[in-house]
């Protein structure tokens, strides 16, 4: 794929957001009636957790950028579920097949087979889960039936776990009540929160330390509608910050997305934007300021967020690459080497990345199977001074299918 340096303009559509459409897909599987989801996200990872629904034993039913997910009358069942590469679905769809009184293998592909799974051993265990890892790593077999009580989770990994069994525990007869340690990513959980709570269920907790929750509810949802993705978005919001004024439709200014926090980052470089309704304007910034942002709890923004220091006036210092190791690729080592080839000078101290920003040049990089690198050396492109080859630019699939047509309709060479 071949980037030339371009100016951005014109109007798009935010794309669906995945982890929104994720989370609806699994609160369809354990609703007592059917839910139509719309403004549908075509991406591998949602199309991922579509065929766990199906092999958990729903009916998944097509429309006109829509779904209709039926759960089984006779209950959940199923012995082997694939999660693709997405690790939302493998740990969110883990304690929904812990609610089983059969064994289900927990399988997945690509850079998924080398995220650790071993974390989530200890907690099912507490509420009675038999669980067998393959040397900590998938594929993992679960053996419930989960019971309530009281359980400990490690959130320092990843919050997705958590988010799992927030989605899963109030099913169960009985109450339970999770200790959090140490979590991250808290606006997830946030949204997570939310989206039960539009599934007509409540959760509470006291600082993210402390999450009681009630037994014996019941999800429903006749229609869900998937609001628009900030964080694909976040992408076009670089963009035009760098090379043009854009407007992105489709986005909640509201929204509990924690890659929302890109406009936080808009306003330390000194780029002007606003929003009419939900549609958000970017207007070029020729004099970007160099900012210093904690990216702990919005880790998917560090790609684009490296790609915009690139193109700031100074050294910009990104903190959370301890939160990059477990993605898609080592994320930091990829920044680090891949915008490396295009001349950008970065270095790593512990869990703060610097990037030194004022030029970017042409040449050729891999996207490390990343769809966020991906996305990140698009970017990258857009101001060097030649064309950029990204290598290996399918793997936005994973999220983003249309990200490079999207990029291709508001970009004048």
Same mark, same amino acid.
């Given at each position: 794929?071949?980037?030339?340096?371009?100016?951005?303009?014109?109007?798009?559509?935010?794309?669906?957001?995945?982890?929104?459409?994720?989370?609806?897909?699994?609160?369809?599987?354990?609703?007592?009636?059917?839910?139509?989801?719309?403004?549908?996200?075509?991406?591998?990872?949602?199309?991922?957790? !579509?065929?766990?629904?199906?092999?958990?034993?729903?009916?998944?039913?097509?429309?006109?950028?829509? !779904?209709?997910?039926?759960?089984?009358?006779?209950?959940?069942?199923?012995?082997?579920?694939?999660?693709?590469?997405?690790?939302?679905?493998?740990?969110?769809?883990?304690? !929904?097949?812990?609610?089983?009184?059969?064994?289900?293998?927990?399988?997945?592909?690509?850079?998924?087979?080398?995220?650790?799974?071993?974390?989530?051993?200890?907690?099912?265990?507490?509420?009675?889960?038999?669980?067998?890892?393959?040397?900590?790593?998938?594929?993992?077999?679960?053996?419930?039936?989960?019971?309530?009580?009281?359980?400990?989770?490690?959130?320092?990994?990843?919050?997705?776990?958590?988010?799992?069994?927030?989605?899963?525990?109030?099913?169960?007869?009985?109450?339970?009540?999770?200790?959090?340690?140490?979590?991250?990513?808290?606006? =997830?959980?946030?949204?997570?929160?939310?989206?039960?709570?539009?599934?007509?269920?409540?959760?509470?907790?006291?600082? =993210?330390?402390?999450?009681?929750?009630?037994?014996?509810?019941? =999800?429903?949802?006749?229609? =869900?509608?998937?609001?628009?993705?900030?964080?694909?978005?976040?992408?076009?919001?670089?963009?035009? @910050?760098?090379?043009?004024?854009?407007?992105?439709?489709?986005?909640?200014?509201?929204?509990?997305?924690?890659?929302?926090?890109?406009?936080?980052?808009?306003?330390?470089?000194?780029?002007?934007?606003?929003?009419?309704?939900?549609?958000?304007?970017?207007?070029?910034?020729?004099?970007?300021?160099?900012?210093?942002?904690?990216?702990?709890?919005?880790?998917?923004?560090?790609?684009?967020?490296?790609?915009?220091?690139?193109?700031?006036?100074?050294?910009?210092?990104?903190?959370?690459?301890?939160?990059?190791?477990?993605?898609?690729?080592?994320?930091?080592?990829?920044?680090?080497?891949?915008?490396?080839?295009?001349?950008?000078?970065?270095? !790593?101290?512990?869990?703060?990345?610097?990037?030194?920003?004022?030029?970017?040049?042409?040449?050729? @990089?891999?996207?490390?199977?990343?769809?966020?690198?991906?996305?990140?050396?698009?970017?990258?492109?857009?101001?060097?001074?030649?064309?950029?080859?990204?290598?290996?630019?399918?793997?936005?699939?994973?999220?983003?299918?249309?990200?490079?047509?999207?990029?291709?309709?508001?970009?004048?060479?």
């Amino acid at each position: 794929m071949i980037v030339n340096p371009s100016k951005i303009s014109g109007t798009i559509t935010a794309p669906p957001s995945k982890s929104y459409m994720q989370r609806a897909i699994a609160l369809a599987v354990l609703s007592h009636q059917p839910t139509t989801i719309t403004n549908l996200s075509d991406c591998n990872d949602c199309r991922a957790a !579509i065929d766990v629904a199906r092999n958990l034993g729903c009916t998944v039913e097509f429309g006109n950028d829509s !779904i209709c997910i039926c759960p089984p009358s006779n209950g959940l069942s199923g012995s082997h579920l694939h999660c693709g590469e997405s690790g939302l679905a493998l740990r969110m769809f883990t304690p !929904i097949a812990s609610l089983l009184d059969t064994e289900v293998e927990m399988t997945g592909e690509g850079s998924l087979t080398q995220r650790p799974v071993g974390f989530m051993e200890s907690t099912l265990q507490q509420l009675g889960v038999n669980v067998r890892t393959t040397d900590g790593l998938l594929p993992m077999r679960v053996k419930g039936p989960m019971r309530g009580g009281l359980a400990t989770v490690d959130g320092s990994v990843s919050s997705q776990f958590l988010t799992g069994l927030l989605v899963a525990l109030p099913t169960l007869k009985t109450d339970t009540s999770l200790k959090v340690d140490n979590l991250t990513s808290k606006p =997830y959980i946030d949204m997570t929160i939310q989206i039960i709570g539009d599934f007509g269920v409540k959760i509470s907790h006291c600082n =993210y330390e402390q999450f009681s929750i009630v037994g014996n509810q019941e =999800y429903c949802c006749p229609e =869900y509608r998937v609001e628009g993705d900030w964080s694909g978005a976040a992408s076009f919001v670089v963009a035009a @910050a760098v090379a043009g004024t854009l407007t992105i439709q489709g986005l909640n200014p509201h929204s509990a997305q924690a890659d929302r926090a890109i406009l936080d980052v808009l306003k330390l470089t000194g780029t002007r934007y606003w929003f009419d309704g939900d549609s958000l304007t970017v207007e070029q910034n020729s004099n970007l300021k160099p900012f210093t942002f904690d990216a702990t709890d919005c880790p998917d923004l560090f790609p684009v967020l490296a790609s915009l220091a690139a193109n700031c006036k100074g050294v910009s210092a990104i903190k959370g690459v301890n939160r990059l190791t477990h993605k898609e690729s080592d994320r930091a080592a990829a920044i680090k080497t891949e915008l490396g080839k295009l001349g950008v000078d970065i270095e !790593i101290k512990g869990d703060e990345m610097y990037i030194s920003g004022g030029k970017i040049n042409g040449g050729k @990089a891999s996207a490390q199977n990343d769809h966020r690198m991906a996305m990140a050396l698009a970017l990258c492109a857009l101001t060097a001074d030649g064309q950029v080859e990204i290598e290996g630019p399918e793997c936005v699939r994973k999220s983003y299918p249309n990200f490079f047509v999207d990029l291709k309709q508001c970009a004048e060479s």
